[in-house]
């Protein structure tokens, strides 16, 4: 489909940064969906209100543009529909890599040969993710965080802006690494690490 009728979920500031990619793309957006009643529209593109699959047609997808990880799992999970991805053509991927679907991929990123990427992930501006990455569904890698080759990064982990990621590191799934932290060895699963070298704050209940 050369022109995809494309529908967004969530009007917040990550909203702006998509339609900004799909404009590029040249992609036709045809509305925002999102549970405030007082938006009316974001950068000149109509906000329907609540997500209602009755005004999608078979052929438009979706992207979810909700920077909460917990979140965008919990909509994907529920909303019956065809998702798309947004990836921004100054983004640098090797045609060995492969992304699933419903991922952003924002300007200036760069991915490396053989990562694989999972579905609903945000890879976001100017983040780097060398070879052989292997990134869970519903990770986001914030702007200027940097992993290196061999990382795994478990489902719903958030890297936060200017982290940067030993080779071979496995974080686990729904952790948070705060920003600007060195991750020099393994983290577990639901924890909060911080600082350089990176040290566990607390656990995620």
Not at 67 to 94: D, F
Not at 101 to 113: D, R
Not at 188 to 205: F, Q, T, Y
């Amino acid at each position: 489909m050369d022109n995809p009728k494309i529908f967004i979920c969530g009007a917040g500031g990550h909203a702006k940064v998509v339609l900004e990619i799909l404009e590029v793309l040249k992609f036709n957006c045809a509305g925002i969906f999102d549970d405030n009643p007082d938006l009316k529209e974001l950068l000149g593109y109509p906000v329907l209100g609540r997500w209602d699959p009755a005004r999608v047609t078979d052929a438009a997808r979706i992207i979810l543009a909700i920077g909460n990880n917990a979140v965008r799992k919990k909509l994907a999970e529920t909303m019956k529909c065809q998702w798309a991805n947004a990836i921004h053509p100054s983004a640098n991927i090797s045609t060995r890599c492969s992304i699933d679907m419903g991922t952003v991929v924002m300007a200036g990123v760069s991915v490396n040969s053989c990562v694989s990427i999972g579905r609903h992930a945000i890879i976001n501006t100017n983040a780097s993710v060398d070879h052989d990455c292997k990134l869970a569904d519903y990770v986001h890698i914030s702007p200027n965080a940097g992993l290196a080759g061999n990382v795994t990064v478990g489902e719903g982990t958030h890297i936060g802006i200017g982290s940067s990621v030993k080779q071979g590191v496995k974080i686990g799934s729904w952790s948070v690494i705060g920003a600007g932290t060195v991750v020099i060895g393994d983290v577990p699963d639901n924890v909060v690490m911080v600082g350089n070298p990176g040290r566990i704050l607390k656990e995620i209940g």
